[in-house]
């Protein structure tokens, strides 16, 4: 998967996210949104501690993962590279305080 990101540090605290499957890699439509589905779920289940620490520190970001493998994802395969890459974003835009 490939992420794109904005942070703000201005405007209303929290965190939107989009979701894309190529047309190039896929032709059939019910394939790219087969793949969109599964991201957004295993997004749904994991984006709440990174969407909390947003609020408290008063920052947005916007997230953008595009999936750019040439076959159908497996559901527990995009659950783990998800929460993956939450946890990396998570480090990168709110450093832990010590």
């Known amino acids: 998967m490939k992420v794109l990101f904005i942070v703000n540090e201005e405007g209303e605290p929290g965190l939107k996210a ?17 793949i969109k589905r599964v991201m957004r779920e295993a997004y749904r289940l994991q984006k709440l501690p990174l969407q909390q620490r947003l609020v408290d520190e ?40 010590t």
């Open 58 to 97: 008063g920052k947005s970001v916007s997230i953008f993962l595009i999936y750019i493998n040439k076959e159908l994802p497996v559901s527990a395969e995009v659950h783990e590279k998800i929460g993956l890459i939450l946890q990396r974003l998570t480090d990168k835009i709110l450093p832990a305080t």
């Open 18 to 34: 989009g979701f894309t499957a190529s047309k190039r890699n896929f032709k059939k439509a019910v394939d790219r949104n087969c």
